[in-house]
């Protein structure tokens, strides 16, 4: 079982930047891939951007939506995995929500771009952009 917390969440003005954070447990994080996915009400939950387990070739995939702007990293050592922001627009408003993967299968991460490719979920950081 994998406990996921995100934390970085916030009010920020329209242009400025967030990086959001979030914790895994479990003592086998360097081999899983994990994502950030958001969400907005009435909507289906966006993928944003995954990273595959360390020493995978092409380990970092991202949504169109993003047009550039995130970028997502992994720390290893601290069980931790980011998403920094840039250039935020009001339409980035969002619970954003981090996941991983269950039994670990060294894809690229191309492969987590859908929500089923993730077993665990955080509760998710609210993202408000105003303009």
């Known amino acids: 079982q994998v406990q996921l917390v995100e934390s970085g969440g916030g009010l920020v003005q329209a242009g400025a930047s967030l990086r959001l954070s979030c914790a895994a447990s479990?003592?086998?994080?360097?081999?899983?891939?994990m994502g950030w996915f958001r969400q907005t009400p009435g909507k289906e939950r966006e993928f944003l951007a995954s990273i595959a387990a360390s020493g995978i070739i092409s380990n970092t995939y991202y949504g169109e939506s993003i047009e550039g702007r995130f970028a997502i990293s992994r720390d290893d050592a601290k069980n931790m995995v980011h998403l920094q922001m840039n250039s935020l627009k009001p339409e980035d408003t969002a619970v954003y929500l981090c996941?991983?993967?269950?039994?670990?299968?060294?894809?690229?991460?191309?492969?987590?771009?859908?929500?089923?490719?993730?077993?665990?979920w955080g509760h998710g950081t609210q993202v408000t952009v105003s303009s």
């Open positions: 479990g003592s086998t994080f360097s081999d899983q891939a």
């Open positions: 996941a991983a993967e269950g039994r670990p299968k060294y894809y690229s991460a191309t492969y987590y771009q859908y929500l089923t490719r993730f077993d665990f």
